[in-house]
């Protein structure tokens, strides 16, 4: 049962214009959401979270908005540019075990062409 | 500063042998997990360690896996009896413990089942 989905496996942009990556999931209990980014034979690197509480976090370029009522999230990155081609994966965290385990979406290869 | 490093970084084996995955985590970080990725799929949680004893084990798919942790810094992975099935990226993270902690993930270990 796949607790987080991310329903694109690509998406291609282009340079200067908006990304916008998209994570539904389906366990209410989840009260905290990530985004990572990876690079091809890197490990995913933190980017950005969001808080239950909140439905709006902004950090530079990223900002995540959360629905809590639709159970989705979004990355918006704006200006896209060529650096940010690779895997995004969404991911959320239940307070339940310590709030410890992520479960991850299958993640999306956004592509920015130039 | 060192991130977290994991050994090998490819690791091609025949099917019924015995493996070792190796994870240094950042040092002072109390807690170190490990994740595994299939092709295509986003990381999936296997085991969380809190200094030296595993707190959860529950993404553990059956009792030929098995990791631990003796001194609360250094972790390793064990999989006895490899099937085809195993082979995937075994990625392993470290964060400072606390609830909703960044995980920094290392660039993980390709496993490759013959």
């Known amino acids: 049962d796949q607790q987080v989905k991310q329903n694109s496996p690509s998406l291609s942009v282009q340079e200067g214009r908006i990304s916008i990556l998209n994570c539904d999931y389906t366990n209410s209990m989840f009260d905290y959401f990530l985004w990572y980014k990876k690079y091809p034979a890197e490990g995913p690197t933190f980017l950005i979270s969001i808080s239950s509480i909140k439905d709006k976090n902004e950090d530079g370029r990223f900002t995540v908005f959360l629905n809590k009522s639709a159970k989705h999230l979004s990355l918006h990155i704006v200006p896209s540019q060529p650096g940010d081609s690779a895997v995004y994966f969404c991911?959320?965290?239940?307070?339940?075990?310590?709030?410890?385990?992520?479960?991850f979406g299958q993640g999306t290869r956004l592509t920015i062409n130039p | 500063g060192a991130g977290v490093s994991q050994t090998p970084s490819n690791k091609v084996t025949e099917k019924g042998k015995y493996v070792e995955l190796r994870c240094d985590p950042i040092?002072?970080?109390?807690?170190l997990y490990w994740y595994r990725q299939s092709l295509g799929q986003g990381p999936e949680f296997l085991i969380y360690f809190q200094g030296t004893g595993a707190a959860d084990d529950s993404g553990l798919p059956n009792d030929r896996f098995f990791a631990v942790r003796p001194e609360g810094s250094v972790s390793t992975l064990k999989i006895q009896r490899t099937e085809r099935g195993d082979s995937a990226v075994y990625l392993c993270a470290s964060s400072l413990g606390t609830p909703r902690g960044t995980q920094y993930f290392g660039p993980g270990t390709r496993l490759l089942v013959l």
């Open positions: 991911a959320a965290i239940t307070e339940i075990q310590g709030a410890q385990k992520l479960v």
């Open positions: 040092s002072g970080h109390t807690a």
